[in-house]
């Protein structure tokens, strides 16, 4: 997952030359600026011997890089001179600083597991505003970084709103599971746990010698040692086998009333009767096989190793019938999750997909542990509204979760920067995308 962030600031930089300043002192300050490098490289290429911060490389990146001087009559309204500012590749982060109208932009993308450093690049486009433009026009300007508007992050500024109005009748409930769900949710990925105490909480209860026929002993063991299942004894009548009691341990039976207690039917003491072990679901294990809670808690965790912040996962959105079990929100856009613990079919996808719409989600991710039809990936292919991921089986799972959240959130981050430049008429899109893609290359 790529984060996006962004701080604006009421800050009206009026020509190239103030920003070209302000980037002249980040240079000091050790930032490196891609854009004027890359007009830096091109000048030195053909002969010419400009510094980085010169004028005259300034120049060059507005000619070579932004199509400013072909269409400037389409922006008749606004001063004929659109400053330009730059991106900067630093440690594991990218940076950006643009000027917008009446406003200066910082903006960072930066992969999950990093620290932020937009807090430290406002800062120093502070100390270096004021090392290098002159006191009047500071006096007008305000360095207290706000938020950026919502509609940075958007090609469409109204999606937001429309898209939180749709939801307002969906009763969301925060993710919320404790590390022994996680711990034993990832142990019911395996067919051989989950299909043993799928069928112990079916029936209530079962005899040892049955269980350990139905599976092997060792995943009956591994079951007991996560506090998925519990060991009982029943007393049972050697004459007529009717249950006389249940006990914890044969311990309990060999001191006090096991041997006073005695069997109304056949007249033995308790501890001389027939001692019948037998294996129990914990309230543990029937929660989280009930309604499949296993997968919600599975998937919530994958979302969140891929980077999704916890707060922004939400489990059974319900409205009157309707059911989603995850929502997921990825920079603004929400993920719809269906999940089913068996084959999904067109019976599934059907209204899996009227939701989406009526809920205004903006994709949706569907996971079976056995597979998903053919009929429903044809309908999927022929849905052009809205995309829909099928993920089938339980083995990629993790890793095909991680790569589309990554994905998404590229693409949010290639959306936002194209944004940041495009008053500038500058195509920044095609840095982020190299960047992103490089990092991806070296993590894999
Ligand atoms: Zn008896």
């Not at 911060?53 to 120049?59: I, K, Q």
């Amino acid at each position: 997952m790529y984060f996006i962030d962004g701080k604006h600031a009421k800050v009206e930089l009026r020509s190239q030359q103030e920003i070209d300043g302000i980037i002249e002192k980040l240079v000091e300050a050790g930032f490196r600026p891609t854009l004027r490098q890359a007009s830096h490289a091109l000048l030195n290429a053909i002969g010419i011997d400009a510094g980085l911060s010169s004028a005259v490389c300034s120049d060059m990146m507005r000619s070579i890089m932004t199509e400013q001087r072909f269409h400037i009559s389409k922006y008749r309204s606004l001063p004929r001179e659109r400053p330009i500012g730059d991106i900067f590749c630093q440690d594991d982060s990218l940076l950006m600083v643009q000027p917008d109208r009446s406003m200066l932009v910082v903006c960072e993308i930066r992969p999950h597991g990093t620290n932020s450093r937009l807090e430290v690049f406002a800062n120093t486009i502070y100390e270096a505003a004021k090392a290098s433009l002159d006191g009047r026009r500071l006096r007008g300007m305000s360095f207290d970084w706000t938020p950026l508007p919502v509609h940075y992050y958007d090609e469409y500024g109204h999606f937001h709103h429309s898209a939180a109005r749709r939801e307002s009748n969906l009763a969301m409930k925060p993710a919320h599971m404790t590390p022994q769900e996680i711990e034993s949710s990832r142990l019911l990925i395996e067919p051989n746990y989950r299909e043993s105490l799928k069928r112990l909480v079916q029936v209530g209860k079962a005899r040892a010698v049955d269980a350990k026929h139905d599976t092997d002993p060792g995943t009956m063991d591994l079951l007991i040692e996560r506090g998925l299942l519990r060991k009982e004894f029943l007393v049972r009548c050697r004459m007529d086998s009717s249950t006389l009691c249940t006990v914890e341990s044969r311990e309990e039976l060999e001191s006090g009333f096991g041997e006073r207690l005695r069997c109304p039917n056949c007249g033995r003491t308790f501890n001389k009767e027939l001692l019948q072990e037998v294996y129990v679901p914990t309230s543990h294990a029937k929660s989280l096989i009930n309604g499949s809670h296993w997968m919600t808690v599975w998937i919530t965790d994958a979302l969140i190793k891929s980077g999704v912040d916890k707060n922004s996962i939400y489990w059974g959105a319900t409205a009157g019938e309707d059911e989603i079990d995850i929502i997921a929100e990825i920079h603004g856009q929400k993920v719809f999750f269906e999940l089913k613990d068996r084959e999904f079919g067109l019976g599934d996808a059907y209204p899996f997909n009227s939701r989406m719409q009526r809920y205004g989600a903006d994709g949706g991710v569907i996971v079976s542990t056995e597979r998903v039809a053919e009929e429903v990936k044809q309908f999927l292919n022929e849905q052009q509204a809205l995309p829909i991921l099928p993920i089938e089986g339980t083995e990629e799972v993790d890793s095909t979760l991680s790569s589309f959240v990554n994905r998404l959130s590229k693409a949010m981050a290639v959306r936002l920067a194209g944004k940041l430049f495009m008053l500038v008429e500058l195509n920044i899109e095609a840095i982020v995308r190299a960047w992103i893609d490089g990092r991806e290359a070296k993590v894999v």
